[in-house]
């Protein structure tokens, strides 16, 4: 089976087709999928998702780029963690495509998350955009590689796959590695070991091609494998097995049915 490893089926493109999402991830062989929450408003919402559905799981924490919501402290996020669906933290990280003053309390706001993945022992989910120097500068300095965890929807460099691997992080990639002019991103695909490699939505953001320009879902993840398969001269099925395994080995508090 496939595995989506960063969706957010509770936005409501996607919560108000509930039904029909989870119908087309089974016929796809989409096994499992985790639902990332953006801020801690969403999370009942996220985690309600993981408690009714076996195969889904969640995580908690706040988007960079959510300005003017709940900030929450140490504790807080460590209490909401405190969950057997809840398998990892985030999405956390820097994002100073649209906060270009690149704030204090973006860099504050992912030391916190941070600190909880490394207290509650739970991966993180980092989210990186026009931040690459200062987002492997805080993971260094507080540690994050003692956590573990992934950096999503990567769209970065080979450098900073090569630095974010050396701190003991996954790669995963979205269906922006399908599109025509992604070739530097292809070319990190062909990098990545597969034992670190993931495959994600970002649903229902950015949908891969064939389905680009469309609301995304999980079925699709598939044809984010197809395309990695293709780039690295792999079987499909290499790449799906790999990804699965190496899904579960990062995100140990979730388990295969």
Known sequence: MFVDSHCHLDFPDLAEREDAILAAMAEHRVGHALCVCVKVEDFPRVLALAERHAHLWASVGVHPDNAGVEEPDLARLLALADHARVVAIGETGLDYYWQKDAPEWQRERFRTHIRAARKCGKPLIIHTRSAADDTLRLMR???????????????ESREVAEAALDLGFYISFSGIVTFKNATELKAVAQYVPLDRLLIETDAPYL?????????????WV???????????????????????????RLFRHAQAH
Do not use: K, S
């Open 141 to 155: 300095e507080e540690a994050a590689g003692e956590a573990g965890g992934v950096m999503h929807c990567f769209t």
């Open 207 to 219: 949908a891969p091609v064939p389905h680009r320009g469309r609301t995304n879902e999980p079925a």
């Open 222 to 248: 598939v044809h984010v494998a197809e395309e990695i398969a293709r780039l690295r001269n792999e079987p499909l099925e290499r790449i799906e097995i790999a990804t699965t395994e190496n899904f579960f």
